[in-house]
């Protein structure tokens, strides 16, 4: 089946082909069909830092942070800018739930190119429960140096 971006449902059409015996020739052929509603629910939360994202020894900036909490997971979006991108390869984030944390929560994801030197980084947050204030922390993947940490907040 296929649906668009803004549909919650998904409406299947399964062709079933069976060999009535082996060796033969003879084919039967059906058809199903149904919908499968999403009865999922999701909210997704502004979190923002009380000062300017800059990140120390690149030219990225964090400019958006947006989770989308569903029965699933917690599902990350960090926009930042980063003109020098090829000069900061490896750059990404993690997440945990303050600074004493010895446990980062969640991870993997990948960098989505949105053009013109802007960037998503897609994540996961492993929390029952959003946090009202956790920590993005902001390292090279590559090199394993750590550029920096913020604290953010939830957006009121």
């Not at 449902?9 to 060999?19: A, R």
């Not at 900061?88 to 984030?93: C, I, K, N, P």
């Amino acid at each position: 089946g296929e649906r668009t971006a803004d549909q919650k449902d998904l409406n299947v059409i399964m062709l079933n082909t069976v060999q009535t015996s082996v060796g033969s020739d003879e084919i039967l052929k059906s058809t199903n069909a149904f919908e499968l509603q999403d009865k999922s629910s999701s909210e997704t939360v502004l979190y923002t830092a009380k000062e300017d994202m800059k990140i120390k020894g690149t030219s990225a900036v964090v400019t958006k942070i947006t989770v989308e909490a569903t029965e699933v997971n917690n599902y990350v979006k960090v926009y930042f800018t980063n003109p020098a991108e090829t000069d900061d390869d490896g750059l990404t984030f993690r997440f945990k739930d303050n600074r004493d944390a010895e446990e980062w929560n969640g991870g993997g994801g990948y960098v989505e190119e949105l053009g013109d030197g802007k960037y998503c980084q897609h994540l996961t947050y492993d929390a029952r429960k959003l946090p009202k204030k956790c920590i993005i922390e902001a390292f090279n993947c590559w090199e394993k140096n750590i550029y920096g940490q913020f604290e953010i907040s939830m957006a009121k």
